[in-house]
């Protein structure tokens, strides 16, 4: 498909478990980034990609939380000993240096559920 | 820091009718991007329309429009035309220019439904 893939799409886990998030941006598009959407709210910046190398780490909650990108392509959203707290919707999202119009637009994926009982 | 608000959790329309979503802003960035997404029940954010903080005229996407405040710091979405489609969450962003500038910062969001 043309757009962002992100598997799973759902995944329930116990607490403590270990969980990996994938992403598969837009063919050619060297920006990729994770946000979190929590029920209610809108999406949170968590990290972001330029190439293989994580240019903005800072909105990663704490340390259970690490995301690599060894190609430059895919990326896997890595949660260790996760809690119920991190029970939400993980958004992937792509875009080429420059977006459409230059305005910077993202590409979403359709999310992967989070549910940690 | 960037902060959105979004005050309409819920908005209920006309099919055919128009409507304006509500979106206030605050940054002390002298340059900026508004944005608006579109998020169906299957969860992906669709990209609909966007302003930056110097352009002269306020944008227009098909139904979409924007109208933009900036003395009020405010950057409405106007729907002409409701369809049925339409009904979704819809969330106002802004993107600062320059260091920092590929972070969205999102509202809470405004639930869209559209009544035939």
């Known amino acids: 498909g043309a757009g962002v893939s992100q598997t799973p799409s759902n995944k329930v886990t116990e607490k403590g478990k270990y969980v990996e998030l994938r992403c598969d941006p837009i063919?050619?598009?060297?920006?990729l980034y994770w946000y979190r959407q929590s029920l209610g709210q809108g999406p949170e910046f968590l990290i972001y990609f330029q190439g293989t190398g994580a240019a903005d780490d800072s909105g990663l909650p704490n340390d259970r939380f690490f995301a690599v990108r060894p190609e430059g392509s895919v990326s896997t959203l890595k949660i260790q000993r996760t809690e119920r707290g991190d029970s939400a919707v993980y958004l992937c999202a792509s875009s080429p240096i420059t977006g459409e119009k230059n305005t910077g637009e993202l590409f979403f994926g359709e999310g992967s559920r989070l549910t940690v009982l | 820091a960037q902060k959105i608000t979004q005050t309409q959790p819920g908005m209920f329309v006309q099919e055919k009718e128009a409507v304006t979503l509500d979106c206030t802003y605050d940054t002390s960035d002298p340059s900026y991007g508004l944005f608006w997404y579109k998020q169906p029940s299957s969860g992906e954010m669709i990209f609909l329309i966007y302003q930056g903080s110097y352009d002269q005229q306020n944008a227009t996407e098909g139904r979409y429009s924007l109208n933009f405040q900036k003395a009020r710091k405010s950057a409405n979405l106007v729907i002409s035309a409701s369809q049925l489609g339409d009904s979704a969450m819809y969330f106002c962003a802004m993107r600062r220019s320059g260091a920092g500038s590929y972070q969205l910062t999102f509202g809470k969001g405004t639930k869209l439904s559209v009544i035939p």
């Open positions: 063919s050619g598009h060297t920006a």
